[in-house]
């Protein structure tokens, strides 16, 4: 039975089958620390308290999820934006094909790999979240899975997956029907370091295309979920810092313990200007071009492969941008 997206007479299940779609992830999971950064099973209960946002997450015996398991909300999350944004109907239990799923998010296709994932579901299954996080305009406390069930449907004789029905708690889809969600860079997946990608996903959530956002260590301590001692912390941020390797997002270290985040984009050399402005007329017609697409995401990647190729004068920024929103549009 199929109907309009989020109405109840919606199918039963959505199959996950837009290519290449657009990485995107949740605001509650990019701003809380709901995942483990721990490469170890992490079985520590993690109690969180910020700005009147309780959080508690409970893992099972095989640890809780960690922010690379998180790859499997987010595959989902961009699949069913890509569907509402093409008007097609979706529901909370997604039929996806595993080797779709390893390649989008870089990681590998052996033998391995689908143990991996079979592991990384039943973390995200096991692991029970508490919390007050209003998703949709909806405030409750509840307690849910990150997933709420899911099963292998079809396998190989040798029994690796092939393909698997995921169903998502009521929590995550109705932040998703919402579109209470962020563009992520694709090079997201290519980050090794579970603390670089938390890192990233706080500076996407927090400084979007803002001149810059400031934040204390201690606060970025508490919003990471990191276990270190602060002195730890602080060090591997340095490191950090020194790599250079977060995507959009450059890092630098201020006087009082302040952490700078500013946008790559907006990171000028002396007498280079602002680089090329956009008009808000450009913008609309990006965000016709690319529907449910984050516009200022798009700005900030098409300001960085400018700057990338050595910052050439633009006669028509505006024609400039949507020729490169065009290419875009056409790769979805």
Same mark, same amino acid.
């Given at each position: 039975?199929?109907?309009?997206?989020?109405?109840?007479?919606?199918?039963?299940?959505?199959?996950?089958?837009?290519?290449?779609?657009?990485?995107?992830?949740?605001?509650?999971?990019?701003?809380?620390?709901?995942?483990?950064?721990?490469?170890?099973?992490?079985?520590?209960?993690?109690?969180?308290?910020?700005?009147?946002?309780?959080?508690?997450?409970?893992?099972?015996?095989?640890?809780?999820?960690?922010?690379?398991?998180?790859?499997?909300?987010?595959?989902?999350?961009?699949?069913?934006?890509?569907?509402?944004?093409?008007?097609?109907?979706?529901?909370?239990?997604?039929?996806?094909?595993?080797?779709?799923?390893?390649?989008?998010?870089?990681?590998?296709?052996?033998?391995?790999?689908?143990?991996?994932?079979?592991?990384?579901?039943?973390?995200?299954?096991?692991?029970?979240?508490?919390?007050?996080?209003?998703?949709?305009?909806?405030?409750?406390?509840?307690?849910?899975?990150?997933?709420?069930?899911?099963?292998?449907?079809?396998?190989?004789?040798?029994?690796?997956?092939?393909?698997?029905?995921?169903?998502?708690?009521?929590?995550?889809?109705?932040?998703?029907?919402?579109?209470?969600?962020?563009?992520?860079?694709?090079?997201?997946?290519?980050?090794?370091?579970?603390?670089?990608?938390?890192?990233?996903?706080?500076?996407?959530?927090?400084?979007?295309?803002?001149?810059?956002?400031?934040?204390?260590?201690?606060?970025?301590?508490?919003?990471?979920?990191?276990?270190?001692?602060?002195?730890?912390?602080?060090?591997?941020?340095?490191?950090?810092?020194?790599?250079?390797?977060?995507?959009?997002?450059?890092?630098?270290?201020?006087?009082?313990?302040?952490?700078?985040?500013?946008?790559?984009?907006?990171?000028?050399?002396?007498?280079?200007?602002?680089?090329?402005?956009?008009?808000?007329?450009?913008?609309?017609?990006?965000?016709?071009?690319?529907? /449910?697409?984050?516009?200022?995401?798009?700005?900030?990647?098409?300001?960085?492969?400018?700057?990338?190729?050595?910052?050439?004068?633009?006669?028509?920024?505006?024609?400039?941008?949507?020729?490169?929103?065009?290419?875009?549009? /056409?790769?979805?």
């Amino acid at each position: 039975m199929t109907g309009a997206v989020g109405s109840p007479l919606q199918q039963d299940f959505f199959v996950c089958d837009f290519f290449a779609a657009v990485p995107k992830h949740d605001l509650a999971s990019m701003e809380h620390p709901l995942f483990s950064l721990s490469t170890r099973p992490d079985r520590r209960i993690l109690e969180y308290d910020h700005n009147g946002v309780q959080v508690t997450v409970t893992p099972s015996v095989k640890g809780r999820a960690t922010i690379f398991d998180a790859d499997i909300l987010i595959f989902c999350i961009s699949q069913l934006m890509a569907a509402i944004n093409a008007g097609r109907p979706t529901a909370r239990t997604l039929t996806l094909t595993a080797h779709d799923l390893l390649i989008a998010t870089g990681r590998e296709t052996s033998g391995d790999g689908y143990k991996r994932l079979r592991d990384a579901f039943e973390r995200l299954a096991g692991t029970r979240i508490t919390t007050n996080i209003v998703t949709g305009e909806q405030e409750t406390t509840t307690g849910f899975g990150l997933i709420e069930s899911w099963q292998i449907v079809r396998k190989t004789r040798g029994g690796r997956m092939v393909s698997v029905a995921v169903t998502l708690s009521e929590w995550l889809y109705r932040a998703v029907l919402a579109k209470s969600v962020l563009t992520l860079s694709r090079d997201y997946f290519r980050m090794r370091k579970p603390l670089e990608r938390r890192i990233y996903e706080l500076a996407r959530k927090h400084c979007g295309r803002q001149p810059a956002w400031r934040v204390s260590v201690e606060t970025l301590l508490k919003k990471s979920g990191s276990a270190s001692p602060r002195r730890v912390f602080r060090a591997m941020l340095r490191e950090i810092i020194r790599a250079g390797n977060l995507p959009d997002y450059d890092l630098a270290e201020e006087e009082g313990d302040i952490i700078r985040v500013t946008p790559k984009a907006a990171v000028i050399e002396p007498g280079q200007g602002r680089g090329p402005q956009l008009s808000p007329d450009a913008l609309d017609e990006a965000r016709r071009l690319l529907p /449910g697409a984050d516009v200022y995401a798009l700005e900030a990647e098409w300001r960085a492969m400018w700057a990338a190729t050595g910052k050439k004068v633009l006669r028509s920024p505006d024609k400039a941008f949507l020729g490169w929103v065009k290419r875009q549009a /056409g790769r979805a």
